[in-house]
């Protein structure tokens, strides 16, 4: 199973390093307490990926995607940037929108701490 | 002319519906209905002429802005298309007539205009993802409609469906988020998005580890965009809480899209040659299906709360849907879409019926249901019929679609699922009986007394909607053969000849 993945670990620590980050964001997600920090978990969570997209297009040596007189220049793939740009604007609706739910939980019930809330409405 | 470019129409108009309806709602807020009604109305007969077309000269390709597949974004509706298509639109049209009595007793007056708004945006995302072609489209409308769903989630009055819509966001995103890795994994091995391409690109590569990958990226985030019963612990909230309106929308149009994207995904991206042989996930899902059934029937009987009990229902359905699905056989599958239109009747329809519960008296538990068919019949008795749909007892909808899933499991020698089938056809007995005892036979408490004698039936404008899917779930098992006629082209065309 390590040979397996060693070789990969040095060619491709790119996909390492997304997941590596993905399951922090995971786990800021499920571990924290606060509402605030767990959408900080879900942005980290959209970025790996972003970063997963992004670093699978790059070539060492490559330009951006122009056309040139030299028809050997070596450039990056633009689709996956193209891609990446409509769901960071995706990433910044959601974002928008729980920020905004927080807020009115916070305004609601005077806390976003997550066993706070869960012992309100217990009691409730 | 225009009749070319009624692929695109459908997705545009309640786009350009919703800015008008918001600009609409600064000048008068009495505007904001007429507009929305109308721009569901104009989609559904578009729909109609849509499915039309694609039953006469097979399905329809539309390249936007020219560009061709599969550089450009094609829209492609073929009969599973346009069938979810009308099914949805139907839909919508009846909850937006629905929403104009029972939401101003729900929703703050200032927020109408907000509500039809984003109503139109989530109208958008659902049939943006109903005609889509391609991959990355599916994310950003599948996206699209999540946001408008936990905004319209949030509009409830009590102060827990702003929790629950947060509970809501963060499954959400997450399983949006898997997708999006799973669309990720497929481009950098294929270099493609199109679905149509995927699909001729993809058979030599399904030894790929990374197409695997992708497979079971694709599955997780689609099990929790529909609640699949393991992962559906943002359901019941979102459903308990959140306007009845919006509880209908969501049960009939967000769940059910949801399910065409897995089938999408399941049959056209990756072809029954790699879901049933390559990798033998279908055994599985057949199983997460049965314990959905089985989970989701036994919690609902364990709820105290109309609506709660229905979400749970959901999850119990959803299953079937799922079932029918992973069983593959062509029957079942043909049994699975048909169940996509009839829960969407039939819960729409009992989610209209204890919304008028909640708008002539004010009452959420079952148990405060006493006596009240009394006093309010006409809604009594479409819960009747609705509730006998859900349990299956012929001639009404939900028996067809049980029967033809129910045949297929034969057919395909899994009898364990017949009793699948059969446990949760009784657990759903119990429950909905519970309910209907308490309306007919028992005597209105002493606490509830009062509000259930001076209830009366809701105003038309619910009332309407409420009967028309009531109807609907006698006349759609009776004349089967309707929906049939455009499902099995479909399920020939993907698992070939019965």
């Known amino acids: 199973m390590i040979e397996m993945l060693l070789p990969g670990l040095f060619l491709r620590y790119n996909y390492y390093m997304a997941v590596i980050i993905m399951l922090i964001g995971l786990y800021a997600m499920i571990a924290k307490g606060n509402l605030i920090k767990k959408i900080i978990g879900l942005n980290i969570f959209q970025t790996a990926i972003f970063l997963f997209y992004i670093s699978s297009s790059d070539i060492i040596g490559g330009t951006a995607p122009i056309l040139t007189s030299d028809p050997a220049s070596v450039y990056v793939n633009p689709l996956p940037h193209v891609l990446i740009l409509t769901a960071i604007v995706v990433a910044v609706s959601t974002t928008a929108v729980g920020l905004a739910l927080v807020i009115r939980i916070y305004e609601a019930y005077g806390t976003i701490e997550e066993d706070e809330l869960i012992a309100m409405e217990a009691k409730e | ?498």
């Open chain 2, 1 to 498: 002319m225009i009749a070319d470019h009624l692929p695109v129409l459908v997705v545009v108009l309640p786009l350009v519906g919703a800015f008008v309806t918001l600009l609409a709602g600064w000048a008068d807020r009495r505007l904001c209905f007429p507009i929305a009604m109308a721009t569901t109305v104009i989609q559904f007969c578009i729909s109609l002429l849509i499915l039309s077309q694609v039953m006469q000269t097979g399905p329809l390709h539309y390249n936007l802005g020219n560009w061709l597949p599969p550089w450009g974004i094609e829209y492609v509706i073929d009969q599973l298309n346009g069938f979810v298509l009308v099914v949805i639109l139907f839909l919508c049209v009846l909850t937006c007539l629905y929403s104009h009595r029972s939401t101003p007793s729900e929703i703050d007056e200032k927020k109408i205009p907000a509500f039809y708004t984003v109503l139109l945006l989530l109208v958008t995302g659902v049939c943006g993802i109903a005609v889509t072609g391609d991959l990355f489209n599916l994310y950003v409308f599948l996206e699209i409609s999540s946001l408008a769903a936990y905004a319209l989630v949030a509009l409830g009055r009590e102060k827990r469906s702003l929790v629950s819509s947060f509970t809501y966001l963060v499954m959400g995103s997450v399983s949006a988020c898997f997708i999006l890795l799973g669309i990720g994994h497929l481009y950098i091995v294929t270099g493609t998005l199109n679905m149509a391409d995927l699909a001729r690109v993809l058979p030599p590569l399904y030894g790929s580890t990374v197409i695997q990958t992708a497979f079971i990226f694709f599955i997780i985030g689609l099990s929790i965009k529909t609640a699949l019963f393991p992962l559906h612990l943002w359901l019941p909230d979102a459903y308990r809480y959140s306007p009845s309106a919006v509880t209908v929308l969501l049960s009939t149009v967000v769940s059910k899209i949801g399910v065409y994207a897995l089938i999408r995904i399941l049959f056209t991206v990756f072809t029954p040659a790699f879901i049933i042989f390559e990798i033998p996930v279908m055994e599985v899902f057949c199983w997460m299906a049965a314990a959905a059934i089985i989970g989701g029937s036994v919690l609902a009987i364990s709820q105290t709360d109309l609506k709660r009990m229905l979400a749970y229902s959901s999850v119990s359905q959803m299953g079937y849907i799922l079932l029918g699905i992973g069983i593959a056989d062509s029957l079942a599958v043909t049994g699975g879409i048909l169940h996509i239109l009839n829960h969407a009747v039939m819960k729409g329809c009992l989610f209209m019926i204890a919304g008028s519960f909640i708008y002539s008296s004010g009452i959420r538990s079952i148990e405060d249901l006493r006596g009240i068919a009394r006093t309010m019949p006409l809604t009594a008795a479409a819960f009747v019929i609705a509730a006998a749909s859900m349990i299956g007892i012929p001639p009404t909808v939900g028996f067809m679609s049980k029967w033809f899933i129910a045949l297929g499991a034969l057919e395909s020698g899994q009898w364990i699922f017949v009793l699948v089938i059969l446990a949760s056809s009784l657990l759903t007995a119990v429950y909905f009986w519970k309910v209907i005892e308490y309306m007919y036979f028992r005597e209105p408490g002493t606490v509830c007394a009062g509000t259930v004698s001076t209830a009366r039936d809701p105003p038309a404008g619910m009332l309407v909607p409420t009967l028309v899917l009531a109807a609907a779930c006698i006349l759609f098992g009776i004349f089967v053969s309707i929906p049939l006629e455009v499902i099995e082209p479909f399920v020939t065309g993907i698992l070939g000849g019965t």
